[in-house]
Every structure is written in structure tokens, then in C-alpha cells.
């Protein structure tokens, strides 16, 4: 914490090795993180490779779609038989049963079968072994409340965060751009389109970073004390109804909720008035591309049906940044979840400080003691 809040120091100086400074260490930080939470899971690392190849399949499908139409489109705007039209509507429909069937029913089973509650297991189970394993526990751990809280909340987070990595980051990314590369390819000024649309949408979404990281770790630590105080308030029943404390202890739980409500409603609107903003941008883009396609269609460079199955495509890769804006939104949301649990594992699974045995007590003797003999050689 110190290195970054020296680097914005020299940052906000106007200093360039300032600004290139916190850039590398923002970049160290998140690849640690990743780095991480990925290791908590290394022994998962089969199923999530299956769950993201099955995934990036489904994506493949969705492209390939959109031709499957324009070929039916195509041939009925060439007015080809009905008899030639047939068959290419029953490819169509067979491969959208496996596209929209088959293939989701076998990834979900896999899913569940070998990560989604076997990893669960894996964590919360090594989260208690953590706990009970600290023989110093009484003197490191004096709230277990928030601890609860912390290590509830970081077990959620962890399995999302690596959900999204596998289920949603590698399986759109890939497909996508190689998707943006064959706009570039077959329809250029689309593709341009989506690429400068892009890169106004990251510029948006860096942003975005800087007005609403802070927001969230806060929001992250109102969670945190509303969740220690429902553990403690459940724990502490029978002390609160002997002490007649039922509407003060009502009242305190109200205005912590209160808060965490509070600003998680001001922090919601201010995120939906930038992805506003971005939908914008978004808009503009299919608007542009829209305008283009019909030029290509109206000189004759491709036919109706291609076009309709460019602008899908173009669509694709458009959203593609639409789901990075969602994952960045999840690290803003998790990341102080994430810091926070993995600090209190790391506590709990240092070991603690061996204290000196103390040495034995000799004897007083009236003997008289000899002096020591040194052995030296030669």
C-alpha cells in the first residue's frame, strides 16, 4: 500500500516515471491476485481447462449461426426452390439442437460433477482446517465474528472470480478476436468500427476504475461490520433477551444495514450512469455499422444475407467489451473481498513464534568447579 500511495504522490506532481510506476506495480498487484486466487484452485485446473473449451465452443456456435442464416437468407433472395431452401433449414435446426441442447446439458453436468460444488468443498473445508489448525488461535483471533465474515464472503468470491475467468474472460476473448480479425479481413470499415468503439470503451471503463474502486473497497468494508454484527447478534440471543436489549439490538442491526444500503445505492447509480454512457458509445457503433453494411449491400459487394451475418458478428465482438465491462465490474466488487480473505488465512496459517525454553537451573555445589580444557590442533 505504501509503493502505490508513494507512486500516486509522484503522480499527481505530474511526474512520468510516477505515472509509469503505478501502472507497473497496478498491473504486478492484479497479476498477483490472479495469480493467487488461481493457485487456491490448481488441483481444479483439468475441469476448469473441459468447462472453458466447452464454453468456447458454445461461442463458436454462435458465430457460426448467423452463416447457417445468410445461406437460407441468400437463397431465398436468389428465389431458389423451396425444395433447395429445405434442406439447408434442417442443417440449421440440427445444429442448433446441439448448439442450444446437447452441448449446454453436457457442460452443465460436467460443471457441477467436478467443480462447482467440489471446489466449494475444497475451500470452506481448507478454511476450517486453517482455523482449527491454529494453536495460537485465542491470541490471533479475537473477533470471530468478522472472521466468519471475512472468510464466508472470500469463499464466495474466490469460486466467482475463478467462474468468470474460465467461463466467461478465456472463452469470449478468443473467439473474439479472431472474429475481429476477419471483420478487418472481409469487411474493413467494419471492423474499424469495432475497433475504435473498443477503444473508447476502455477508456471509459479505465475511468471508471479510478472514480469507483474506492467506492466499492468501502462498500466491501460497510458489508463486513453489518455481517459481523447479524454473526454476533445470532450468537448472542440469549444474552439479548435476558437483558431485555431486543429493540436497541434491532435498532443497531437497522442502522448498520442503513449505511451499507445507503452508499451501496450511491455506488450502484454511479456505475449505471457510466455503463449509460458506454451504452452510448455502443450504440454509435451499431449505428455506423449499420449505415456501412447497407453501403456494401446497395454497391453490390456482398450479398444481404453476408451482410446480416457481418453485423451479428460485429454485434459479438461489441460485446465482447460489454462482458469485460461486467468482469471489470466484479473485480471492483471482489478485490477487497479477495485481499481481505486471503490476509486472514495468511494469519491464521503463520505459524507462531516458538518461545525460548528456559534453561535448567544448576544445583549450587560446594565442590569446586574445574576450569574448562580447549582442545586445539597441532
Known amino acids: 500500500r505504501s509503493r502505490i500511495h508513494i507512486s500516486l504522490t509522484m503522480a499527481g506532481r505530474g511526474s512520468a516515471t510516477g505515472l509509469r510506476t503505478l501502472r507497473t506495480l497496478v498491473m504486478a498487484d492484479i497479476l498477483s491476485i490472479v495469480s493467487a486466487v488461481l493457485r487456491i484452485f490448481s488441483s481444479f485446473w483439468k475441469p476448469l481447462a473441459v468447462v472453458s473449451a466447452m464454453i468456447m465452443g458454445q461461442k463458436v456456435c454462435d458465430l457460426l449461426v448467423p452463416w447457417f442464416a445468410s445461406r437460407v ?5 436468389r428465389n431458389e426452390p423451396l425444395v433447395n431452401v429445405l434442406p439447408l433449414i434442417a442443417t440449421a435446426f440440427a445444429f442448433w439442437v446441439f448448439h442450444g441442447n446437447i452441448l449446454p446439458y453436457v457442460l452443465g453436468r460436467f460443471d457441477i460433477r467436478r467443480f462447482h460444488y467440489p471446489a466449494r468443498q475444497s475451500i470452506s473445508v481448507g478454511n476450517i482446517r486453517a482455523v482449527l489448525g491454529n494453536e495460537d488461535l485465542e491470541l490471533r483471533v479475537k473477533d470471530t465474528a468478522m ?16 467462474s468468470s475467468i474460465f467461463r466467461v474472460a478465456i472463452p469470449i476473448s478468443i473467439p473474439g478476436f479472431v472474429t475481429l480479425g476477419l471483420l478487418l479481413w472481409w469487411f474493413p470499415l467494419i471492423g474499424l468500427i469495432a475497433v475504435v468503439g473498443g477503444l473508447l470503451d476502455v477508456m471509459v471503463t479505465l475511468y471508471l476504475n479510478k472514480a469507483m474502486a474506492p467506492m466499492y473497497a468501502n462498500l466491501q468494508q460497510l458489508d463486513y461490520k453489518r455481517r459481523r454484527l447479524l454473526t454476533q447478534i445470532f450468537r448472542d440471543v440469549r444474552t439479548i433477551y435476558g437483558n431485555k436489549e431486543e429493540e436497541a439490538t434491532l435498532k443497531q442491526y437497522d442502522g448498520c444495514y442503513r449505511d451499507y444500503a445507503s452508499f451501496g445505492i450511491t455506488t450502484g447509480l454511479r456505475f449505471l450512469g457510466f455503463n449509460a454512457g458506454r451504452g452510448v458509445i455502443i450504440n454509435i457503433a451499431n449505428l455506423c455499422t449499420w ?9 453490390g459487394v456482398y450479398s444481404l444475407g453476408f451482410f446480416l451475418a457481418s453485423l451479428s458478428w460485429s454485434t459479438y465482438v461489441i460485446n465482447m467489451l460489454g462482458a469485460a465491462l461486467d468482469l471489470h465490474k466484479q473485480w471492483l466488487e471482489t478485490v477487497p473481498a479477495i485481499r481481505a480473505y486471503f490476509a486472514e488465512i495468511g494469519k491464521l496459517r503463520t505459524a507462531p513464534a516458538a518461545e525460548p525454553e528456559p534453561e535448567p537451573e544448576v544445583e549450587p555445589s560446594a565442590e569446586p568447579v574445574p576450569s574448562p580444557v580447549f582442545l586445539t590442533a597441532g
Open 147 to 162: 472472521q466468519q465474515a471475512v472468510l464466508e464472503r472470500g469463499e464466495q468470491v474466490l469460486v466467482d472470480f475463478t
Open 73 to 77: 437468407i441468400d437463397a431465398m433472395a
Open 291 to 299: 449505415v456501412v453494411g447497407a453501403y456494401y449491400v446497395s454497391t
